[in-house]
Nanobody, 124 residues
Framework: QVRLVESGGGSVQAGGSLRLSCAASGLTFSNYGMDWFRQAPGKEREFVAG????????DYADSVKGRFTISRDNAKNTVYLRMNSLKPEDTAVYYCAASYRRIGVSPRTGYNYWGSGTQVTVSS
């Protein structure tokens, strides 16, 4: 059974930092491109960051460029999202998603697996 489990969310003040983790099990992690998405209340889910299956290619939404960093450790079957300089508008539930044999960082469709999310709340 495949599982993606996010952790590391919480409540922080604006300007603070968090590191999210997404631990994968039940799959060959290195065969999957991995992305982070987020969904704020009343809004559609949006792409945040993506990383290729080998980890050499990354991509970011304009709203988080320069503040967030995605990385992965294939030996630990885990993808990370380091979030610095957090803003209240970063408040959302953050999800990781896996895309089989996606060598680069696109397309951002046809994800095979999703996690259940972790809440991030940034107060002003």
């Amino acid at each position: 059974q495949v599982r993606l489990v996010e952790s590391g969310g919480g409540s922080v003040q604006a300007g603070g930092s968090l590191r999210l983790s997404c631990a994968a099990s039940g799959l060959t992690f290195s065969n999957y491109g991995m992305d982070w998405f987020r969904q704020a209340p009343g809004k559609e889910r949006e792409f945040v960051a993506g990383i290729s299956l080998g980890g050499s290619i990354t991509d970011y939404a304009d709203s988080v460029k320069g503040r967030f960093t995605i990385s992965r450790d294939n030996a630990k079957n885990t993808v990370y999202l380091r979030m610095n300089s957090l803003k209240p508008e970063d408040t959302a539930v953050y999800y990781c998603a896996a895309s089989y044999r996606r060598i680069g960082v696109s397309p951002r469709t046809g994800y095979n697996y999703w996690g259940s999310g972790t809440q991030v709340t940034v107060s002003s």
